[in-house]
């Protein structure tokens, strides 16, 4: 029973994580057609900045929340105006720019903040007692948090006018543009959403982790792996796709070893590419 | 015919490099202005800082009381970001462009293992004070000619620091404290591959009984599952194994998941600024260190302090090293008054030097390894407030052991 727990918690904690990630990753993919290398980048400045706001100035965390995913949407914004509006459908372009600021990124970390990790205080003191297994209020608080950023994503694209024209351009953008949708308007939102979404996954996850250059890498592919699983473009692909390997790579690390979760999403990914190309909730290709 | 003049140039331009290459230390002593080290380690890590700081400090003091034989000592600084392809990259700046005599520092063995190679092409003798692995000095054994060049003056991990492992587990953990039912929780790195396995061996064979053994992967980052296996097997105490992978989200892990006791070696948590670094959470872990604020010779207490009054942090485990090091070699040099690495390495086989971590110094001459002796690696305890106490062995300790503030005997 506590196995099934260790594995029911920790996964959950990590599937809320990887959908937090990936549906940033891919939002902006169904949008916007960009492959973003720099979504991990985003991901790894909210830890720094929650360092920076909570550790370094002391600042209530509440308002250092807010700052933090502010400041990360904004650098996604920027980001989008700057470095990709210019050339947006050349896709090698793309790539390689969006590949050289996750580069940046890392560098600026390493030269202000040094090579070590930074701990992030937990937001939240405390504990639960699920059977025995202990489930600290921080690990509560990122699974919370996780789920609540989703579920307002979802009803923000499905209920409100602003929302629906992302929907819009996501599906057409030509019968957009006769709606009187602009769309680099909403290319520019949803990069800041996208990025923000990444740095909440960041600032969390830090008090757990660490924040240290070089950790952008690790959300890339784990959210290259969720929407190959879930389907390019697809949030509820991404949704269902981050819990399954969450539970999965827990259940192989806590009942094989923690060597081989990473085999998971590697070997889910050949599979889903030989057995069905357009993932789990994927649109077939045209 | 210019086929064979270009064949002429080639052995011209292969003699001179040669020549280049045998001429880029060894060089003549009494023509000879300074006296230059090459210092190498990772800039940006407390290990690579601590090899640097502590070079710095053992020059400083050779030329404040007159250099050898009136030459000053010029110390030169390499960065090899711990990776072993800029580590050779950073060995042959000092060699060739700094024209160093000799080589000092180094912390991961991969690097050592990458530099080595080069020391009998260069003919330039290293002494490495922050590299474990037997797999050096072992080459020295098996090809005696060709790696003679390499020194280490630290505590090899295959052998002796896993017997120091397993006495401290079994005279401590098993006999003092009464635990019997251990885990094993070691990176998957080179330093590690011998050890891990000796030290579950030599505590099967005292009757304890190993219930969790896992090497990880370095990249690994969430070890809550593997805190969560190692209770669910009704472990008693965590014997970590920690150098190169990411000992922050470890430490965390291991509070959050209030897991057994954990003490053994964590290389991060030597440094003084891992209580900061992990927000208190190493509250309790224990770590070996190879130097601590405690006798170990009449040297090491003020060799700490002006430590940390020089550079404002406690010393990490490769200062010690690397500041006897530098005395070792200084010491070669000016009994021998010469800078051919014949000299220096027949010299180094015969030494016996007082150091701030060992009364008598000295290398096997098959192996130049340390030689084993009365080499100590005090175990030392996170307590409240952030205070590193050690607590064995006892006639070194400066306090008791602490549970965790979760464990209940």
Known sequence: MTTFLDILVLGTLWGSIYALISVGFTLIFGVAGVINLAHGAFYMLGAYLAYTFIGVLELPVILSAAMAIGGTAFVGMVVDRVCIKPMRQNHAYVLLITLALALLFQELMYVFFGPHGKAVQDFLKGEILLGNVRVTYQKVLTMLASWISVGALWAFIKKTKTGKSIDAVAQNVEAAVLMGIQPERVYLMTMGISAALAGTAGMLISPILEAVPGMWAFPLFKAFAVVIIGGLGSVEGAVLAAMLLGYSETAVSRLVSANYPDMVYLVAIILILVLRPRGLMGKRAQ | ?409
């Open chain 2, 1 to 409: 015919m210019k086929g064979k003049r270009t064949f002429i140039l080639a052995v011209i331009f292969s003699l001179a490099w040669g020549i280049q290459l045998s001429q880029a230390a060894n060089r003549d002593f009494d023509k000879a202005d300074t006296i230059r080290i090459g210092s190498l380690g990772p800039v940006q890590l407390p290990q690579g800082q601590g090899i640097h700081n502590a070079a710095k400090m053992a020059v400083d003091e050779i030329n404040e009381a007159g250099g050898i034989h009136g030459k000053k000592v010029q110390l030169f600084i390499g960065d090899t970001e711990g990776k072993p392809e800029k580590g050779i990259t950073a060995m042959k700046k000092l060699v060739l462009e700094d024209k160093v005599d000799v080589l000092i520092g180094c912390y991961s063995s991969g690097v050592a293992l990458a530099i080595q190679p080069y020391l009998s092409q260069y003919k330039v003798v290293y002494m490495a004070t922050g590299t474990a692995s037997i797999d050096l000095t072992n080459n020295v054994k098996k090809d005696y000619e060709r790696y003679k060049y390499f020194f280490r003056n630290m505590i090899n991990s295959d052998i002796r620091q896993q017997k120091w492992a397993a006495k401290f587990v079994v005279e401590f953990v098993n006999k003092k404290l009464g635990y019997n039912k251990i885990a094993i929780l070691a990176e998957n790195a080179k330093w590690v591959h011998q050890y891990a396995p000796a030290l579950k061996r030599d505590l099967e064979q005292a009757g304890l009984e190993v219930v969790f053994y896992e090497m990880f992967d370095v990249d690994v980052k969430d070890f809550s599952p593997t805190f969560a296996a190692i209770k669910g097997k009704g472990a008693q105490w965590i014997a970590h194994i920690v150098s190169h992978a990411a000992s922050i989200p470890l430490v965390k892990a291991w509070y959050d998941s209030q897991a057994p006791p954990m003490g053994l070696c964590d290389v991060q948590s030597m440094d003084s600024k891992f209580w900061e670094m992990t927000g208190g959470k190493c509250l309790g872990e224990i770590t070996y260190n190879f130097i601590a604020r405690a006798p170990l010779t009449e040297k090491t207490i003020p060799f700490w302090d002006k430590y940390v009054k020089l550079f404002g942090t406690n010393p990490v485990y490769t200062t010690g090293f690397t500041y006897d090091g530098v005395y070792m070699l200084a010491e070669v040099i000016k009994q021998k008054r010469s800078l051919k690495s014949e000299d220096i390495i027949s010299g180094l086989e015969n030494i016996a030097y007082k150091g701030v971590l060992h009364p008598q110094i000295g290398f096997e001459k098959d192996s130049h390894d340390l030689l084993e002796g009365r080499y100590v690696m005090p175990m030392v305890q996170w307590q409240e407030g952030g205070k590193q106490v050690v607590i064995w062995p006892d006639e070194f300790k400066t306090g008791e052991f602490v549970p965790p503030p979760w464990w209940k005997r």
